[in-house]
């Protein structure tokens, strides 16, 4: 695994070596064998680590027949990777730690982290990692004016659609790869998840006074604020979150509790019951639960 972290300063540095070198970071970082340090301002150094790359290409449009470019077209397709975007309130006391993904294809993301600035955010630091070829970037980010992880489900989900969209503008490729990317993309999914089909939700203890609401199912504009509202209607806080979008599907979880303590099955089963119902469809026909 090759990794690198950058952080704040007025100009960029960059530390690195031929021979093996070993380089000890706090607790929350191991050692790597060699680290790259860049500036998150305006000029820092070019990774070739894990996360969101902004060089758009897309292949194939000058095939010589039709033939040919539906066989490269497929094949493209299959060779797309899967966009992931993590936000992660749990890992972290300080900072909400947002994580991309998109194969071997993410750059520095200096526009992203400019579009992060623009709603009101800090970007303390950030890591690089490379694993199997596939680049994974994360950046800590906390509150501009106080300082503080992000809290408020709507800038959560701003975050969230901020970081898709500049995806689908600096990697148009991954429209064909993400639910927005009908909409938004040069090339719709081609395949279609059924909600009903898709929808998955788990409520289990997780200690004695919060419990794991565990939610999958298909991604779609301002579903974070859907579901925070549906656990605002039932009385259920929510303590922190971890919002994963992969691709098509969105995987959140999230630890709740009712008035300070777990979720008793009864009202496990009424939050799921809920949730499949407003989380169907909009077209669907089905008797209320």
Known sequence: MASSVFTSSVTALLRSKDSESSISFSNHYPTFKSICYFSVTP??????KKNVMMCASVDGVDSPSSSSFSLKSEQETDNVPVPIVLIDQDSDP???IVQLSFGDRLGAL???MRALKDLGLDVLKGTVTTENS??????FITGLS?????EDPDLLERIRLTIINNLLKYHPESSE???MGEAFGIKAPEKKLDVDIATHIHVKDDGPKRSLLYIETAD????LLEIIKILADVNITVESAEIDTEGLVAKDKFHVSYRGAALNSSLSQVLINCLRYYLRRPESDDDSY
Do not use: P
């Open 94 to 96: 300080d900072a909400t």
């Open 110 to 112: 200096i526009d992203t």
């Open 146 to 150: 106080n300082g503080r992880k992000v």
């Open 177 to 179: 790869r993400l639910a």
């Open 134 to 139: 596939v680049t994974q970037t994360k950046f």
């Open 220 to 223: 779609r504009s301002g579903l």
């Open 43 to 48: 000029r820092f150094a070019s990774s070739q």
